[in-house]
């Protein structure tokens, strides 16, 4: 039973997409998971449910969900809750459900290839002549800047994250940017967005006062990803997170220097 989607990712990544019973409903990736019966947000769970599917072991991630594997403790279920922020927490996520389910040496495999896919878009970073500066907002009301992983991979696309002070506070809260004029102040040349759970609207960041003195508003630098591959802890955020960030990077900096 998976409550967040990258741990259903990875167990089909590890061949092991048979053995879920249940995931969240905000689990997109891969599209053949949808087929499984959804049984939780990020937030609350169909407890019922769950306890109808039966599962072995159900899997969880970070405190946001302490209060359901709580529950489920109580009824006697067993919990794996995960906790990863960075991204070798997810490469370690990735080895320890390998091993969970029998699919270490899977496992192993995968992360090999995950660290070479990282290694690769490292060394593009390097190259770069230019390192755009870049704010990333999880969360408009209030603004929210992005946690570790984040941040790493900003870093690793070559780029500079503007808040990367911010990225060692696992919880939202500290993330807080409590004056949106630090972000004017700041001036990033890239703005990327991805709003947990709800659609960017344009015009709300283009109304905030002294924004478009921004250079990556005034030059078309802002772009939304798509949460599914940047906020899950997970595969997603390690091959098809790194290349849109890349691409976005690339389009920056080609730009730039025209």
């Known amino acids: 039973m998976c409550l967040t989607e990258e741990t259903a990712e990875t167990l089909y990544a590890l061949g092991a997409g048979d053995l879920v019973v249940g995931i969240s409903g905000f689990t997109v990736r891969p599209p053949e998971a949808r087929k499984k019966p959804k049984v939780s947000t990020l937030l609350d769970a169909n ?10 072991v159900v899997l969880a991630w970070s405190d946001l969900q302490a209060n359901i594997c709580a529950e489920l403790i109580r009824q006697g279920v067993e919990v794996v809750c995960f906790n990863q922020r960075t ?9 320890r459900l390998g091993a969970l389910v029998g699919r270490a040496a899977q496992a192993r495999a995968y992360v090999r290839s995950l660290r070479e896919g990282l ?6 970073g390097q190259q770069r002549r230019r390192r755009p500066r870049v704010y990333f907002e999880e969360w408009d009301n209030p603004l929210i800047t992005g946690i570790g992983w984040i941040s790493e991979l900003i870093r690793l696309c070559g780029a500079e994250d503007i808040f990367s002070e911010f990225s060692a506070y696992p919880d939202a809260r500290r993330r807080i940017i409590a004056e949106p004029a630090e972000v004017v102040r700041r001036a990033p040349d890239i703005i990327l967005v991805s709003w947990c759970g709800k659609r960017f609207k344009p015009e709300r960041l283009h109304s905030r006062p002294g924004w ?19 906020l899950q802890p997970g595969p997603a955020a390690l091959t098809d997170g790194v290349q849109l960030l890349l691409q976005i990077f690339d389009r920056w900096e080609a730009q730039s220097s025209a």
Do not use: C, K, N
């Open 87 to 95: 991204v070798e927490g997810i490469l370690s996520m990735i080895l």
């Open 119 to 124: 290694h690769r878009a490292m060394q593009r």
């Open 212 to 230: 478009e003195t921004i250079p990556a508003v005034w030059s078309g630098h802002v772009y939304e990803l798509p949460s599914e591959v940047i």
């Open 47 to 56: 407890i019922e449910r769950i306890l109808a599917l039966q599962p072995d």
